[in-house]
RNA sequence: GCGGGCGUGGUGGAACCGGUAGACACGCCGGCUUUAGGUGCCGGUGGCGCAAGCCAUGGGGGUUCGAAUCCCUCCGCCCGCACCA
């Protein structure tokens, strides 16, 4: 093979991006005009660890698809690129080595942005944003006291998550399973002073606005569950002996009447008082202690048996004035509802088997012949004579209007989603900007106008159960900015979540110094039109970042209140089946594959591996396929732009091989483009172009004019810019000398995707018989005759009765025979 | 246990509305080019059968002229939720 005919990736690739850089295609400017067509397209904020692996090399494989499609459809599309730079791995690595988290940040920084770069992937790097820089968490602290001035950032002592392994306290969002989301330590409850975000004031809008967006609905789903509405009323049972009420949740009310015991949380602050001076103090003192020490884990096993013990009181149920034995058990929660039920063993199950444990009473209120405990629907039994025989979901409403005008108790909903907990006793995150004064004024905010409230250098990054911040006495020890007095500085720093909540803002507005972002450049932008990212973010992130624009749209400062309007999850690349880990040594590295193949061999074969949001399997012989795919196409388009001359595309003039050629490009571009419009069908729109360079071969093409050949090889290279930038573009420049993301998407003409002629399809009794090319037009009767008139159909109808004909015009006939 | 998704050649997958099952690729087989090879190009490739044909989309049943696609049922795998009152 000639030297020049070589497809040689490593030239080609650097070649363009210089362009690309040099030129800064990829840049959209503040200043658009007006009625620009725009979108956003993002892919989730990568963590900077080491280097990026593959699961990036396809997040930006299929954003970078989408923007350029967008782009090419005459969009300006703002795409940009940032690092969630502060977090723990870098702080543990901190701590090893010594080295500080910013150095090892910064190295990985670098190293994502040399891969980012050599894979093509069109970003405006004017607009690149780390969130450990003060530039930025400037305003990640500025949001902060705007969300504290609203009350939406508060203080409180509570029970909170403490994973002893990474010494710091954890959202609800970071505990799976009792356990530390991040580490795997099996997490403690430590009752703490910290700073929450009031996200449970948004609960309801949260749930109700993922009506509005484009999302997948198990991710949605995912997000309901971990809300958790739930509807029903608060009911209040009153304790005569103490003289305290004590509402509790219910979504039954319409079961009160068989409330038959009532039972508190081990945590409830009320037990010990209630069982004070009952023979049954020192065992209830006994299960508190022993519910303190208990894992969560078991803790929340409901196939565990239930435990509990009589608190030796009673309550009211207030609908009939029956005295009900109280319990403390530890299937109750203090941290769901009022932290006290009322039990309803006949129609719940966890209060049924409490039941039968303590041998206490079962009274069925619903009436059925299935067996108890039975949960489901039906007429009311042994309750009152104003409500027995209505069906329990009228009788629930009428029960709920009953108390509430008695004042006993009023409709309710109720949610599992707790506060957001966001302070973490570590050093790597962006300071809490508030001050505690040595005298008078308390609590103080940072004000404004003297942010960033910058992250100290420190000597010991060693966790030590407080923040290595308050080592650091120099920092620590400021001024108030309220009397000028002496004053302490908060050393707990946020949660690296709340720095990923905002970012997709900042993108819009990356370079303003004046403030966070202006309203009217984000009113452009957001929402974000596509975002991409895995699917482990279902609820952590995704929820975090709803809730910040839901907020900062009540304060003003944001028009869309939700971020994103469409999201894609991207499946894992596997190995051999299993997820790629180091210490099962099946990593593929994306750096490796570029080395190899070049970056659009790696881009093009992982999403031409099979649907993307689905798993895939990694394969080497694969990804060769791809390269020599790549090769061909660059290959076959460089000769023929110096061996076929260039004359115009007539189709009126065309012979059948050209007329073939020139119509199998339209029909890819139909194909493509329909791939990428409404699904993302990347593997389905690489191999249409497949199809469409197959048609092109030397052999295949026949006698095509080069008219037809130049223009399908050209429109090849068009279709495939999306996912084989540097080729495409290269390819095409030599066919055409034009600059392929320059050109608008092709569009199909319908005259060439239409053919003057189709293969019908005959089948005999369900079963193909023959096949025949008939013209386009053909109609009905016309086709029934010739299905019949096919030899190897009229065999088959040879001295049968032709019961029923099935005409499907353009696709086939069916004779039904007997 | 509850909810959701999936199951198609040796492999990844395609078939978007019920209308030619297996597009496109990997692998394999054969041929050509020949520079020694990788490479490149052309062709073949679901199974059984000499063939006509028959069988085939996890198993079974159903609806239909016609089912990978719709319904019922069973099996297997994956994901989410799971003492939330």
């Known amino acids: 093979m000639p030297e020049e005919l070589r497809y040689d990736p490593k030239e080609i690739e650097s070649r363009w991006q210089r362009v690309w850089a040099h030129e800064r295609t990829w840049e959209v400017p503040d200043d658009l005009p007006a009625d620009a067509e725009t979108s956003y397209v993002l892919e989730m904020l990568p963590y900077p660890s080491g280097e990026p692996h593959i699961g990036h090399l396809k997040v930006y494989s299929v954003g970078d698809a989408v923007a350029h499609f967008h782009r090419r459809r005459g969009r300006r599309v703002l795409h940009p690129m940032g690092y969630d730079a502060f977090g723990l791995p870098a702080e543990n690595h901190a701590i090893k080595t010594g080295q500080h988290p910013r150095a090892s940040t910064d190295a990985a920084i670098a190293s994502f942005q040399r891969e980012f770069r050599s894979w093509g992937i069109s970003i405006d790097w004017t607009r690149e944003l780390g969130t450990h820089e003060p530039r930025y968490y400037r305003w990640t602290q500025w949001i902060f006291l705007q969300l504290l001035h609203r009350g939406l950032a508060y203080r409180k002592e509570a029970a909170v998550k403490w994973c002893p392994v990474d010494a710091t306290v954890l959202a609800n969002e970071q505990v799976v399973d009792g356990h530390c989301e991040r580490c795997g330590a099996e997490v403690q409850t430590r009752q703490l002073e910290q700073w929450f975000f009031r996200i449970t004031d948004y609960a309801d809008r949260l749930v109700e606005d993922l009506g509005r967006i484009e999302w997948p609905e198990h991710v949605k789903t995912m997000q309901r569950n971990w809300i958790g509405r739930s509807t029903g009323a608060q009911v209040t049972f009153r304790c005569e002996e103490l003289d305290v009420d004590y509402p509790v949740f219910t979504t039954r009310p319409d079961t009160l009447f068989g409330a038959t015991f009532f039972v508190m949380a081990p945590e409830h602050p009320d037990v010990l008082r209630l069982a004070a001076g009952t023979e049954h103090e020192d065992a209830v003192r006994a299960y508190v202690n022993a519910a303190a020490g208990g894992s969560a884990e078991d803790r929340g096993d409901a196939e565990r048996e239930k435990t509990g013990v009589p608190l030796g009181r009673t309550v009211t149920n207030p609908v009939n004035g029956e005295a009900l034995p109280m319990f403390v058990a530890d299937y109750v929660l203090m941290e769901y509802g009022t932290g006290a039920i009322m039990a309803v063993p006949a129609h719940d199950a966890r209060d049924f088997a409490f039941a039968q444990a303590y041998g206490v009473e079962v009274r069925r209120v619903v009436g059925t012949d299935e067996d108890l405990p039975y949960v489901g629907d039906g007429p009311l039994v042994n309750s009152h004579p104003d409500f027995d025989g209505l069906h329990n979901r009228d009788a629930l409403e009428r029960i709920v209007a009953w108390l509430d005008g008695e004042g006993k108790g009023h409709a309710s909903v109720n949610y599992r989603l707790r506060d957001w907990l966001i302070s973490r006793q570590r050093y790597w995150g962006c300071p809490i900007p508030v001050v505690y004064c040595s005298g008078d004024c308390g609590m103080v905010a940072v004000p404004a106008d003297q942010l960033p409230v910058e992250l100290p250098d420190v000597r010991d990054y060693a966790p030590k159960g407080r923040s290595p911040l308050a080592g650091a006495e120099d920092w620590v020890a400021t001024t108030c900015p309220s009397c000028g007095g002496a004053a302490r500085r908060e050393t707990d720093t946020m949660d ?272 193909v018989r023959d096949r025949v090319q008939v013209p386009a037009e053909a109609d009905a009767e016309t086709l029934r005759a010739l299905a019949r008139d096919q030899p190897n159909v009229r065999s088959h109808l040879d001295g049968r009765e032709v019961l029923k004909e099935v005409v499907v015009p353009g696709r086939l006939v069916n004779l039904v025979v007997r």
């Open 496 to 767: 690296t979540f709340v720095d990923s909540s905002w970012y997709f803002l900042r993108y819009c507005d990356a370079n303003n110094d004046e403030a966070a972002w202006d309203p009217a450049v984000l009113a452009r932008w957001m929402p974000v039109d596509q975002y991409i990212g895995g699917v482990e973010h279902a609820i952590l992130h995704l929820l975090y970042a709803r809730f910040f624009c839901k907020a900062l749209s009540d304060l003003g400062l944001l028009g869309a209140d939700e971020p994103f309007a469409r999201l894609f999850t991207q499946g894992m690349i596997t190995r051999d089946g299993a997820k790629m880990s180091k210490s099962k040594g099946n990593v593929v590295s994306p750096q490796a594959i570029v080395e190899r193949f070049g970056a659009d061999t790696a881009r093009c074969y992982i999403l031409f591996i099979g649907p993307p949001d689905q798993d895939a399997d990694w394969s080497d012989e694969g990804a060769e396929g791809m390269h020599r795919f790549l090769g061909r196409l660059w290959r076959t388009c460089a000769r023929a732009a110096t061996e076929l001359h260039d004359e115009a595309l007539a189709v009126e003039a065309l012979g059948a091989d050209g007329l073939r050629v020139a119509r199998k490009a339209h029909w890819a571009i139909d194909k493509v483009t329909g791939d990428m419009e409404g699904r993302f069908a990347f593997n389905t729109a690489i191999a249409a172009v497949m199809e469409l360079l197959n048609e092109c071969g030397p052999s295949r093409r026949g006698a095509a004019e080069s008219g037809a050949v130049r223009f399908a090889l050209a429109t090849a290279a068009s279709l495939l810019f999306p996912f084989a930038p540097h080729t495409a573009a290269d390819a095409h420049e030599r066919l055409t000398g034009l600059r392929v993301w320059e050109e608008p998407w092709p569009v199909a003409d319908p005259a060439l995707l239409a053919s003057d002629t189709f293969e019908l399809v005959v089948q005999v009794n369900g079963k």
